[in-house]
């Protein structure tokens, strides 16, 4: 029996569309759902390209409801991937997914995480304070803002002549090249 992920992402979905890319003809593991708290969201385009289900949610349904748990339940998800989903996770899914919720970051953690610190953000501060380096962490999902533990970090340099754009290039192709493969041997230990 092939494992099951779900996707959680907000926005254009870059990564999410790397990981179906990666699994549609995986022989162990497949792409089972697409969820975003975003009805605009690109990402359920890309999805629907892969003909991967979709799940819209509102704030209500996330948190104070056991919907999506009962429906990830349901679907007989075994990881939860966070593909650029911004809103903190809760308890009921963090209870019922111990270690089986994990997040990519666009920086080395712990420096540039924490609540708000997203996307172009976080790119932006790290050319701000005149960085050598950066890279992305893959890491487990706990109740606080990029705090779980670091499962995986890739860095790239950062030349002077850097733009933010340069350095969001070069940490999407880290994202897009490791992701799927830090995903998938997290499922082999499962």
Excluded: C
Excluded at 114 to 143: C, P, T, W
Aim: aromatic letters at 10%; hydrophobic letters at 40%; charged letters at 25%.
């Amino acid at each position: 029996m092939k494992k099951r992920i779900a996707i959680f992402a907000s926005g254009s979905g870059s990564n999410a569309q790397k990981l179906m890319e990666y699994f549609r003809y995986h022989d162990q593991a497949e792409i089972a759902l697409v969820l975003s708290n975003n009805p605009e969201a690109y990402v359920l385009q890309r999805a629907d390209n892969f003909e991967v289900p979709t799940h819209i949610f509102d704030r209500h349904e996330f948190f104070h409801t056991d919907e999506i748990v009962q429906l990830l339940d349901k679907l007989n998800i075994d990881l939860i991937v966070l593909a650029g989903f911004l809103w903190l996770v809760p308890q009921n899914l963090l209870q019922k997914y111990p270690n089986k919720i994990i997040n990519i970051h666009p920086a080395l953690l712990p420096a540039y995480g924490g609540k708000g610190m997203y996307g172009d953000r976080v790119h932006q501060a790290v050319l701000d304070a005149g960085e050598a380096e950066s890279g992305i962490s893959i890491h487990f999902v706990n109740e606080n803002f990029d705090e779980g533990e670091v499962i995986y970090q890739a860095r790239f340099r950062i030349e002077p002549e850097d733009s933010l754009e340069v350095i969001k290039f070069k940490g999407q192709q880290l994202e897009h090249q490791h992701y799927p493969k830090v995903v998938e041997n997290l499922l082999k230990k499962m």
